[in-house]
């Protein structure tokens, strides 16, 4: 049974709501009172979607939480993959997405700050990337303590290192200091130990990988 | 129970937790912090940890974003390279040519490993001392909270099962089984990193089997403590963050060095190893009494004070960060009664020696395109120290070895460890060393550079031939540990003291030196035979006499220093800046 986990007023619910409509595909919708209950918050959700986020989606236990996944996988599911997300346009789709994070990050942001008043001063935001720092650290420190370095499944680095590499790196210029995320500062020295990288202002390289382990991991 | 663990004031002086020991993995810095002074922490691969104030001397950019290069820790910001155990500057690459001040030393942290947890401290003396904990420790992870150290711990007690002991532990600290995860007894440490941050730090008995289940109970249990305790810490006004204090610089390195003759500042070390280094050749290794030895940087040589009461100068041949004991070599001279006599036969395993700190004649470029290291015999130690400081930093170099036979290679281990880097020339009479040098040193290079150390005609040799071939006479660097030269001390002059307003006259037969001290003005010296440079004095006015071996021949015409244990006027009066 597919269940969505869902709020209302929120565009990226709305968006896998849109799908699921399209398609036909059977589903049953929870509601998750984000504002102003703060449900997302409460150790069960967290438990289902670590950072909190919204839309989730649950197939049979199998939990989705960013949303091009989530979209994807309807699309599979209703056997309209090659449809919804024929391999010719993924590059073009992939695109779209950025571009609705853009837009969820400035037009978005705006509407909630006017809809809700959550002023989004310095402090909030700061606070914010702490709490996804914090999930961020945690996560890799259980990778590590299993055997994993990256942040994806699977002994060699991912699109997903590349891909939250950057803004983790340069954090400190936005005054979020790293020294309570120990196990994030040993990922950063593995990501700059993969052969190949590069560093920008405000990157600084890490020390020489040892010779016998591949990127001198662990 | 509580208020018997809550700190007090002086509670500087006692340890906590400042990380994990899987926090420090190869190669990595650690960015810690204890009472609000920040630490860089990091293990060298000889496995020492070192946590240092989080600040280059330089321009106090934090070190924690440096690189930890196995052996030193290096600057991200102008590359000052700081040795393992000592934190001391062992070189500044805007100063090439020029050994660091060995006072230049950052401040280091009292560190102990104990029980998959690093310790520290900043008290300089308080003992360590944690309760005996007895099978395999598992450290959880560490949950760093936005709140006092006080209330973090005020809530951790508060959290136990109810009607359970609670085990008071040194400041901050507390034995006790929480209420969510009954049946696992845990030591929690609240490690105060400043006012209003603390890290929860615990370990507990490792399970049979898979640890991995248990880290997560515990981990989900403490992360909502963490929520409770940061809610609770937001309706309070917090405490102002501490204000860090920073190593003031020191009366010692703020202010000119005493002067007074000879050697200073010596130590004891012993004899951990006497060893067979080569035909004729003892290696000795000299360990620190407790403890580590001073900061060196390649190049650099000791006096050894020899039980016969001569003082002798010998090179370290120790790659960086080796700091718990120093290598020398010394080959047997037949002259009796001769240092080295002394040290073969005489110095035994075992043996307390003194020892000066490190002083460095001879220091190492590494912004060459190549370095050339070229050794008669013995002269090999301190290109050996050399050699390995360029290996550990991947800069490239080629190294000459010439020797009377394979038998006579001093310090074959070392040698092999540099592996098909080295070229030996074994066996070559004069003529055939000296066409072989001719060989090495015919194409001089843009911005290489030469280092040559061995018997005092063989110096010669390659100084002559690579001047010669073209080599300019500053990219050739050496050092003499004996002036062989004739010696002439037949003219008698004048010397000016400028700053002293003293004139003195010098007679045949007698050093500069030697006068000033009869006349109540000590300066520093040691070899008093115009080769170990420590005498070296400004010149104001006249014409030297050089007849040092320490000077190269461009700065013996510049005229503006002088060796005054050996070198003389040409003129009648000399002005000197003393």
Redesign the interface.
Known sequence: MIILYDFELSAECYAVRLLLGFTGLAHEIRPVDMFPGREQDE?WFRALSPDGTLPVLDDDGLVLTALPAILAHIAARSGGLGRWWPAAARDEIARWFAHAESLADSALRARWIITTGDGHSLPVLQARAHALLRTLD?HV??A???GADWLAAGAHPSLADVAVFPAVALCEEGGIS???Y?AI??WL?RVRRIPGFHVMSGV???????ADVPF?S? | MVAETAPRAGHNAAWYPIATSDDLPFRHVYHGQLLGQEMAVWRADDGHVNAWENRCLHRGVRLSIGINEGAELKCQYHGWRYANRTAGCTYIPAHPADAPARRISNRTYRVMEADGLVWSTLSPDTPFALPPVDGEKLALRPIPVNASPEMVLTALVHARRSGSDVEALPPLGAGLELADLPGHPARFFVQPVDAARAVIRGIVARPAGDPLPLLRQFDDVLEALREVIEADAARVELPEPIVPVYQPVSVELSSMPPITIGAQNTLRVVVRRKFPAGADIVGLELGALEGHLPTFQPGAHIDLHLPNGLVRQYSLTNGPGEQLSYVIGVKREPTPGSGSQAVHEVVREGDVVAISEPRNNFPLRRDARKTLFIAGGIGITPLLAMAKALEAQGLAYGFELFARSDAHIPFPDDVGRLGARVNRHLGLDPGATSAAIGRIVANPGFAEQIYVCGPGPFLELVREEAAAAGWPESAVHFEYFKNLKPRDSSKSFKVELARSALSLDVPAGKSILAVLRDNGVNGPASCEQGACGTCLTRVLDGEIDHQDVYLNEAEKREGKVMMTCVSRARSTRLVLDI
């Open positions: 150790a945690r420190w259980f590590e303590k299993s790293r020294q309570d120990p500062r040993r020295d600084f390289p890490a020390g020489p990988a040892r001198g662990q």
